[in-house]
């Protein structure tokens, strides 16, 4: 079917729009859970790095807390699967049932997700357009992957390069302009805050008064942001496959 389904972009974000207009007070509750939270122990718990000058610049401050960065992505793995058992499921489960598979399936999708980040990764290190071409064929594997059952981390990369097969390019427009207007929201977000903490006189450094409300902030914003591109990989898989998915958000 993914040979013959094509992707549309504005039919994808059509879809995200309702789901989130529709289910927002329970992906609130899954992303304050999954992202915000563990976004926000990073944040106060790390030091901002402010030497860019170089690769070991960098890992000498996120060397330390390496246990914590994965931990918090472990989790939010964890957020992503729930919603997607949510989305997807044709049982109709609750909440706390959602969180259980997503639970029992994460070892499986932690084993996806580091081949997936290892294959991207290579890819960006040949050259930044066959990394960004695999990214893209990846898109939906998540969602694939338990919605489907698959726990082998090959035939679940297999099946997403199957789903995605010819549509790279919408994929692709639809990923980046999602992802050009969150930054451009999430700049101006951080800009006009810290313009306003400042004029009252807060301190908008790190540690601060005016920096933890910034740090909050930001990590609402992050947080609204991963609930969406969530969103947007089960609007590529339905689209692909021809998913007709029962409401379950309601």
Do not use: H
């Not at 549309?8 to 059509?14: E, F």
């Not at 914590?68 to 989790?75: G, R």
């Not at 951080?190 to 740090?215: E, H, Q, R, W």
Request: glycine content about 8%; proline content about 5%.
């Amino acid at each position: 079917m993914a040979d013959t389904l094509r992707f549309s972009p504005s039919a994808g974000w059509d879809e995200v729009r309702q789901m989130l207009g529709s289910n927002m007070q329970l992906l609130i509750a899954i992303a304050g859970v999954f992202f915000l939270l563990p976004g926000l122990v990073l944040s106060f718990t790390m030091p901002a790095i402010t030497d860019l000058s170089s690769l070991a610049a960098i890992a000498a401050v996120v060397q330390p807390y390496l246990p914590l960065i994965i931990l918090a992505s472990i989790i939010q793995m964890a957020g992503q699967l729930a919603i997607w058992t949510l989305v997807m499921a044709a049982d109709r489960p609750t909440v706390g049932e959602a969180i259980k598979a997503a639970i029992l399936f994460l070892p499986f999708y932690f084993l996806i997700n580091i081949l997936t980040n290892i294959i991207v990764g290579a890819g960006l290190l040949l050259f930044i357009v066959p990394g960004i071409y695999l990214a893209v064929r990846l898109a939906p594997i998540g969602v694939i992957a338990i919605t489907e059952a698959i726990r082998n981390p090959f035939a679940a990369i297999q099946r997403s390069f199957a789903v995605t097969r010819g549509n790279a390019l919408p994929i692709f427009a639809f990923l980046l302009i999602v992802l050009v207007v969150f930054l451009l929201i999430s700049f101006a977000v951080t800009m006009v805050c810290t313009i306003i903490f400042g004029l009252i006189g807060m301190d908008v450094t790190p540690g601060g008064t005016g920096g933890s409300l910034l740090a909050v902030i930001s990590g609402i914003v992050s947080a609204a942001g991963t609930t969406i591109f969530t969103l947007m990989a089960v609007t590529i898989y339905r689209q692909l496959t021809g998913a007709s998915t029962p409401e379950v958000f309601s």
